[in-house]
């Protein structure tokens, strides 16, 4: 066994693709407890600053002590608790559909609802840069994948012919992300509704980085588009800016009561903590009231802020040859991308070095020669944290 993996492992640390685990002893926040020090923190993905919340916590430790931390089994052998029954139907009021079902993680949503929707000769329709969670789901449904680059309506009309001719009669998904997590671009859904219905095909839209960002109290794109009827899978997850975990589906009854009994990662899996379905649910309301709201639109500021300190023209003039990837930047998410991934680590550790903590993204999350600095803001940030990052990112680019 010994050495088994360390010529695999050589190979890796060679290209800059090796991955390690780095402590933070503390909470999750705008500022993080590095290896004795503080980081400000441009990683996370808790865009409404929610994962150290008090009104989470407290719903949280509400729940240990009226339920106990453990949920005993699969839902659909030891019963099911009321804090995930409660959160489903916040859920599904707050996304405007007609059910909700719970899942451990995002990933466990995907892998459990694709397979159960599509199958053997259906055809899955996935955009180029959809989530691992999304290709793995749909590799493992056993039906026919075809990849269209991203966002190119024009390719997947084209796969949509091709697979309604080869495969008259099949179930067709389209498979796509509101807001691209490595990208932070949208997708075009007016447009993809339009080819869903010309196709007669479902659509799956994961709203991962959407919901809590975009729409009125952050239902998401579908819900800000008007398009909820439209889409008939929304998939999202309750870890990024829910501040929680925990994946799920919304959409029509049938097809909750479907994935009940369908959806392996839900039916083969102990259910998440109870006190986890309360948070979430706390995280539901704040997000579906007033005072939710305005946190919401105090991370457009910083959003916006960031949009000025760092325009895609001042990225392009940067030594590190920096550059947006996308000029339609529709969320807290903004990628610099730097190509080489020696590169990237290397402006990685000159930024933690003056106190920011911005993850380098490597293949295989992202494409060969595609390394980036994936920045988020949130709304947790304060206007000189993101105006400091900007200013570092300018120096460091230009003495490279
Ligand atoms: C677009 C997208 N979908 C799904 C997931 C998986 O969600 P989770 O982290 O809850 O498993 C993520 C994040 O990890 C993501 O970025």
């Given at each position: 066994m010994?050495?088994?993996f360390?010529e695999?492992?050589?190979?890796l ?19 993080v407890?590095?290896a004795?020090r503080?980081?400000?923190n441009?990683?996370s993905?808790d865009?409404?600053?929610l994962a150290?919340?008090s009104?989470?916590r407290k719903?949280a430790?509400a729940?240990i ?9 699969s839902?659909l052998?030891?019963?099911?608790q009321?804090?995930?029954l409660?959160?489903e139907?916040a ?6 559909t007609e059910?909700?079902?719970?899942f ?7 892998l ?5 929707l599509v ?18 789901a ?8 075809r990849?269209f680059?991203?966002?190119?309506l ?13 495969y ?7 498979v796509?992300?509101s807001v ?9 859904l007016?447009e ?5 219905k010309?196709?007669?095909a479902?659509l799956?839209?994961d ?12 239902r998401?794109l579908?819900?800000?588009e008007n ?6 899978v929304?998939?999202g ?10 994946g799920y589906?919304?959409?029509s009854h049938?097809?909750i009561?479907?994935?009940?009994n369908r959806?392996?990662?839900?039916i083969?899996?102990?259910a998440?903590?109870p006190a986890?379905?309360?948070a ?12 939710g ?11 916006n802020?960031m ?7 001042a990225?392009k003039a940067?030594?590190y ?6 000029s ?7 990628p610099?991308?730097?190509g080489?991934?020696?590169a ?27 390394a980036?600095l ?6 947790a ?5 993101i ?9 460091l680019?230009?003495a490279?």
């Amino acid at each position: 066994m010994q050495g088994l993996f360390a010529e695999q492992l050589k190979a890796l640390r060679a290209r800059s693709l090796n991955r390690h685990l780095r402590e933070i002893s503390g909470a999750q926040g705008a500022e993080v407890e590095f290896a004795g020090r503080r980081l400000i923190n441009f990683s996370s993905n808790d865009y409404l600053g929610l994962a150290n919340d008090s009104r989470l916590r407290k719903a949280a430790i509400a729940a240990i002590n009226e339920f106990g931390v453990g949920a005993g089994a699969s839902r659909l052998i030891s019963g099911t608790q009321s804090p995930h029954l409660r959160l489903e139907r916040a859920l599904a009021e707050w996304k405007g559909t007609e059910a909700a079902l719970c899942f451990s993680s995002g990933y466990a949503a995907a892998l459990g609802s694709i397979p159960a929707l599509v199958t053997k000769d259906d055809v899955a329709l996935l955009d180029k840069l959809c989530h691992a969670s999304l290709i793995d789901a749909a590799k493992l449904s056993g039906a026919i994948l075809r990849v269209f680059p991203h966002n190119n309506l024009r390719k997947l009309e084209s796969h949509l012919e091709w697979a309604r001719r080869e495969y008259a009669g099949k179930r067709l998904l389209i498979v796509t992300e509101s807001v691209f997590s490595m990208d932070g671009d949208r997708a075009p859904l007016r447009e993809l509704v339009q080819l869903k219905k010309q196709f007669d095909a479902l659509l799956m839209l994961d709203e991962a980085h959407a919901v809590g960002v975009i729409g009125l109290h952050g239902r998401g794109l579908a819900a800000a588009e008007n398009l909820s009827d439209d889409v008939d899978v929304q998939m999202g997850t309750m870890s990024k800016a829910l501040g929680v975990s925990g994946g799920y589906i919304c959409g029509s009854h049938d097809l909750i009561e479907w994935l009940i009994n369908r959806a392996r990662s839900f039916i083969y899996s102990t259910a998440p903590p109870p006190a986890i379905a309360a948070a979430a649910l706390a995280a539901v309301n704040f997000l579906s009231s007033s005072k939710g709201e305005e946190r919401r639109l105090l991370l457009w500021k910083r959003i916006n802020l960031m949009r000025q300190l760092l325009p895609p023209s001042a990225r392009k003039a940067i030594n590190y040859q920096l550059s947006t990837i996308n000029s339609n930047e529709g969320s807290a998410i903004f990628p610099l991308l730097v190509g080489d991934e020696h590169a990237a680590l290397d402006l990685a550790a000159a930024l933690k070095t003056e106190g920011f903590l911005v993850p380098a993204i490597r293949y295989p999350t992202v494409a060969k020669g595609s390394a980036r600095l994936r920045i988020t803001v949130t709304a947790a940030h304060q206007e000189d944290q993101i105006k400091a990052l900007c200013e570092a990112i300018k120096r460091l680019s230009a003495a490279s």
